[in-house]
């Protein structure tokens, strides 16, 4: 009985990706600064607030156009009011991330299924919802996966929930710099073959913290870090979801020799540590 791990598009082994909030004017700095380092990122905007110049200033919709979907970013959904579902009745959850997402692709004229839960999420509940309730609400309007807290993800793994999606840190996290450097540090030479799972090194927060907190000198450390690394594979939330998909698709047969590819992608795996590459149709057959 062998082991197979997914592998990412080229057989890495290895993901990043960045996850920021609430669209304000200070994400072009960010994403700037992003590609600089060739990562990607997904960003969570509130449909009904963009635009908005009352307060801290919010992302025009040519801003979103140009500096975050030109660039090959995703936007995803934020709640049209930035709502906790948690707390709120079904109806409203509903009512808010549909809004959300309607007005997203309207504007953008794309599929919009990604989404950041607003505020205090899926932390906290009140008159008689549960999570269950809400992820239901959610999988209702079409979002494929949510963002959501809870502690340091330091294992790198992926998500087995994904209406649970919990990154590794926030970038204010005093253990951040370390996190990274232990992540960019994994040999899969080295690892024993139960431990050969795919990593990812997911990091989320807000742009104007850097702002707010003087240190935008911290998101440069992390790309010198995290960033031009041959054996990682840099992706915005959505394509790693899909990718994941994909390769939950493969057909196997009952001994495991036989594996088919139904998917329109090209897909990397490992087993045992020896790695296979699938192409779309194809039926690959391994040695026993
Ligand atoms: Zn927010």
Not at 155 to 184: C, G, I, K, Q, T
Not at 193 to 210: C, D, I, K, Q, V
């Given at each position: 009985m062998r082991y197979y791990f997914m592998r990412y598009?080229?057989?890495?082994a290895k993901a990043v990706t960045f996850s920021y909030d609430d669209?304000?004017?200070t994400d072009i700095r960010l994403l700037e600064r992003l590609n600089h380092y060739g990562i990607k990122a997904t960003l969570n905007i509130n449909n009904s607030f963009?635009?908005?110049?009352?307060?801290k200033p919010k992302l025009t919709q040519e801003d979103i156009q140009t500096y975050i979907l030109d660039a090959g970013h995703e936007v995803a959904v934020h709640g049209d009011n930035h709502r906790?579902?948690?707390?709120?009745?079904s109806v409203d959850i509903i009512r808010d991330v549909l809004d959300c997402r309607l007005g997203l692709e309207k504007r953008f004229g794309r599929i919009v299924k990604g989404m950041a839960y607003p505020d205090s999420g899926v932390r906290i509940f009140q008159g008689g919802m549960t999570y269950q309730q809400v992820r239901q609400c959610l999988q209702d309007v079409g979002i494929v996966y949510a963002r959501s807290l809870s502690g340091d993800n330091t294992l790198f793994r992926m998500p087995e929930d994904w209406y649970a999606?919990?990154?590794?840190?926030?970038?204010?996290?005093?253990?951040v710099v370390s996190y990274a450097e232990e992540f960019v540090a994994i040999d899969f030479s080295k690892l024993s073959s139960a431990w050969r799972y795919p990593r990812l090194f997911y990091l989320w927060g807000h742009s104007y913290e850097f702002d707010n907190n003087n240190n935008w000198e911290l998101l440069d450390t992390l790309g010198q870090i995290?960033?031009?690394?041959?054996?990682t594979w840099y992706a915005t939330n959505m394509e790693i979801y899909e990718y994941t998909k994909a390769y939950e698709s493969l057909e196997t047969s009952a001994d495991g020799t036989i594996i088919y590819n139904p998917t329109l992608r090209k897909i990397w795996f490992e087993i045992d540590g020896k790695p296979y590459e699938i192409e779309p149709g194809q039926t690959l057959k391994i040695e026993e």
């Amino acid at each position: 009985m062998r082991y197979y791990f997914m592998r990412y598009p080229g057989g890495k082994a290895k993901a990043v990706t960045f996850s920021y909030d609430d669209g304000l004017k200070t994400d072009i700095r960010l994403l700037e600064r992003l590609n600089h380092y060739g990562i990607k990122a997904t960003l969570n905007i509130n449909n009904s607030f963009i635009g908005r110049t009352s307060g801290k200033p919010k992302l025009t919709q040519e801003d979103i156009q140009t500096y975050i979907l030109d660039a090959g970013h995703e936007v995803a959904v934020h709640g049209d009011n930035h709502r906790a579902p948690g707390i709120l009745r079904s109806v409203d959850i509903i009512r808010d991330v549909l809004d959300c997402r309607l007005g997203l692709e309207k504007r953008f004229g794309r599929i919009v299924k990604g989404m950041a839960y607003p505020d205090s999420g899926v932390r906290i509940f009140q008159g008689g919802m549960t999570y269950q309730q809400v992820r239901q609400c959610l999988q209702d309007v079409g979002i494929v996966y949510a963002r959501s807290l809870s502690g340091d993800n330091t294992l790198f793994r992926m998500p087995e929930d994904w209406y649970a999606w919990n990154p590794s840190a926030h970038h204010a996290n005093p253990n951040v710099v370390s996190y990274a450097e232990e992540f960019v540090a994994i040999d899969f030479s080295k690892l024993s073959s139960a431990w050969r799972y795919p990593r990812l090194f997911y990091l989320w927060g807000h742009s104007y913290e850097f702002d707010n907190n003087n240190n935008w000198e911290l998101l440069d450390t992390l790309g010198q870090i995290l960033g031009g690394k041959e054996d990682t594979w840099y992706a915005t939330n959505m394509e790693i979801y899909e990718y994941t998909k994909a390769y939950e698709s493969l057909e196997t047969s009952a001994d495991g020799t036989i594996i088919y590819n139904p998917t329109l992608r090209k897909i990397w795996f490992e087993i045992d540590g020896k790695p296979y590459e699938i192409e779309p149709g194809q039926t690959l057959k391994i040695e026993e």
